[in-house]
């Protein structure tokens, strides 16, 4: 069975930084494409950044402060958040298993983790 875990959310003041790791399990999970999203309650889920094979997209929301950092070997996905910010505050999720379609699209991943709060204070 496909699995992600998110592990390193917290909560941090602003300008401070979190690393979010997720980890993929599971024979058949497709690690090709994967994504951050991030959702707040009564707001849908939004996409913050996307790797895939020789590419890497950030929203424009992040670009510059955060960056990814994919392990391979560990089947491991980082996000390192610098500079962050109040309206960074959010459940994080992973994203695997791409079937197509924009890279920030809820539809286009087929597997998800659980998340990791994340929470900046002023």
């Known amino acids: 069975e496909a699995q992600l875990v998110e592990a390193g959310g917290g909560s941090v003041q602003a300008g401070g930084s979190l690393r979010l790791s997720c980890t993929a399990s599971?024979?058949?999970?497709?690690?090709?494409?994967m994504a951050w999203f991030r959702q707040v309650p009564g707001q849908e889920r939004e996409g913050v950044a996307r790797v895939g094979v020789g590419d890497v997209r950030f929203a424009d929301s992040v670009s510059g402060r955060f960056t990814m950092e994919k392990d391979n070997a560990k089947n491991t996905l980082y996000l390192q958040m610098n500079e962050l910010r109040p309206d960074d505050t959010g459940m994080y999720y992973c994203?695997?298993?791409?079937?197509?379609?924009?890279?920030?699209?809820?539809?286009?991943?087929?597997?998800w983790g659980r998340g990791t709060q994340v929470t900046v204070s002023s």
């Open positions: 994203a695997a298993d791409f079937i197509g379609g924009g890279p920030f699209a809820v539809r286009a991943y087929r597997t």
């Open positions: 599971g024979s058949n999970i497709n690690t090709n494409f």
